[in-house]
């Protein structure tokens, strides 16, 4: 799970310590002592003769290792183990891996604009995104991608297929499908742009607007906006309710989790973060506008479970706190940390926790978790039963503790029905708003 507001880091020095745990050689060429444990703070010179031990353990495995070693990929590994060993968040990502995490963050990528699913071993197209090259083509829902540049793709996985579907903007690609009722396969040549991925969701049931939002992308905010202004157009008029759904949400970026919190919260604060160097502790706070004087008398519910972690824990904890909305579901994963994602020009990146986050009544929910106002559990089918339950981030080797709250010892469900009529979780949410179930807990008493 991750919580990476991007940071550029021009200049960064790197001093580190590697200890080395070596099983005995059958033949040594000479023997040393071990340095017993050092406690406390260490000198300069302490620590740059680990550096140097760092140095003579990689010499001589460039010397001597059975087979001549990948000087870079030792190095690359001694970075990730260095980092790995900080957290369970903490990590080295190499170019590839940086670049897929700068795409993942952005929400945007360059490829044809077509949500497809992997049905009975073949390429659907679930639908096609509006205004992208596949929409404007006419490449329909339904539609079966058969050949990707003339190249059959009959035994590649869903993400290989989509791997091949994007590529440069501007780059152009023949694309085959297979439409029901048409005889003959229909050839295609899309040429590549940017597309950005769909954050956020809504469907209507009846007047209750649910809006499910995926991921906190660079596109989190944008899609909340646009599917409650979607919704109010619908209706022609408020909806009863809005249900924000953050199940299994695994974050993503701050600055979206406090716009996200912000729609609907008049002023106040949203997060606070705390970290060990003053740069990295900050107050964000709500500002009024018009969307949540738009939404300020509109009843609000926000579902979550075992999977949502990290910006999800923000936004819920901070509409929680405020008494803006009542939270339904099962405790959520209990990712109280911040990363930043520090380029490292040519040689990728590095994810660093720099952080703990406080919501607005300064809980620090690391490794315990937000618990609903109302729980309400699903009905697991039996085959899922015993593997739908996950304890979180309490259960990661080497989190970083500094919870203020209980650590969780117990697991929370991750499973969402695919059928609406069979989720207890949104079900029981809608019935709440409709006033055909009631609970103290809804709607949210301010104290005093």
Same mark, same amino acid.
């Given at each position: ?5 991007? =940071? ?35 000198? +300069? ?15 001589? &495995? =460039? ?55 992997? *049905? ?41 297929? %989509? ?16 439409? *029901? ?19 956020? =969701?809504?469907?209507?049931? @009846?007047?209750?607007? %649910? ?12 899609? &909340? ?33 406090? +716009? ?7 002023? @106040?604060? %949203? ?68 990363? +930043?994602? &520090? ?7 590095? =994810? ?15 490794? +315990? ?35 203020? *709250? ?9 499973? %969402? ?32």
């Amino acid at each position: 799970m991750r919580l990476t507001p991007l =940071r550029i880091v021009a200049t960064m020095a790197a001093v580190f310590t590697l200890g080395l745990a070596c099983a005995p050689l059958i033949a040594q060429d000479q023997t040393t002592t071990p340095a017993a444990p050092v406690s406390g703070p260490r000198s +300069s010179d302490e620590v740059y003769s680990d550096l140097d031990l760092f140095g003579e353990v990689f010499d001589r &495995i =460039r010397a001597e290792y059975v087979e001549a070693p990948d000087e870079r990929k030792l190095i690359h590994a001694a970075l990730q183990g260095m980092l790995t060993s900080l957290d369970p968040h903490s990590s080295y990502m190499e170019p590839v891996e940086y670049s897929d995490v700068q795409e993942d963050t952005t929400g945007q990528f360059g490829g044809l604009g077509i949500e497809v699913q992997m *049905e009975e071993g073949v390429i659907k197209v679930v639908s096609p995104i509006d205004d992208t090259p596949a929409a404007k083509a006419g490449i329909l829902a339904g539609d079966f991608i058969v050949e990707l540049d003339g190249v059959q793709i009959q035994g590649l996985t869903l993400d290989q297929a %989509v791997e091949k579907m994007r590529g440069p903007v501007g780059s152009k690609i023949k694309v085959t499908v297979v439409r *029901e009722g048409v005889t003959e396969p229909l050839n295609f040549e899309l040429t590549r742009d940017i597309i950005a991925t769909r954050a956020a =969701r809504l469907t209507m049931q @009846g007047d209750v607007a %649910v809006v499910r939002l995926a991921r906190f992308s660079e596109q989190a905010f944008p899609g &909340i906006q646009k599917a409650l202004d979607d919704a109010y157009k619908q209706l022609g008029k408020a909806p009863k309710g809005i249900i924000l759904d953050l199940r299994n949400n695994p974050g993503g970026l701050v600055d979206q989790a406090v +716009s996200v919190s912000d729609a609907f919260l008049h002023q @106040g604060a %949203v997060v606070l973060t705390r970290g060990r160097i003053e740069s990295e502790s900050s107050r964000y706070d709500a500002r009024p506008d018009a969307l949540d004087e738009k939404l300020a008398a509109v009843p609000l519910i926000v579902l979550i479970n075992g999977g949502s972690a990290s910006a999800a824990e923000i936004v819920a904890g901070a509409l929680q706190d405020h008494k803006r909305a009542t939270l339904v579901g099962t405790r959520s994963f209990g990712k109280g940390s911040v990363q +930043s994602i &520090i380029p490292l020009g040519a040689d990728g990146a590095m =994810r660093l926790t720099t952080a703990r986050y406080y919501t607005p009544n300064n809980r620090s929910i690391q490794a +315990s978790g937000i618990q609903p106002d109302i729980v309400i559990t699903q009905d697991v089918p039996d085959e899922f039963k015993g593997r739908d339950e996950i304890i979180g981030e309490a259960a990661l080797p080497g989190e970083i503790g500094g919870g203020t *709250e209980e650590k969780a010892t117990v697991g929370s469900s991750v499973y %969402v029905p695919a059928e609406a009529d069979k989720d207890n979780q949104l079900q029981f949410a809608i019935k709440l708003i409709e006033g055909t179930e009631t609970n103290a807990a809804f709607p949210p008493k301010a104290a005093g």
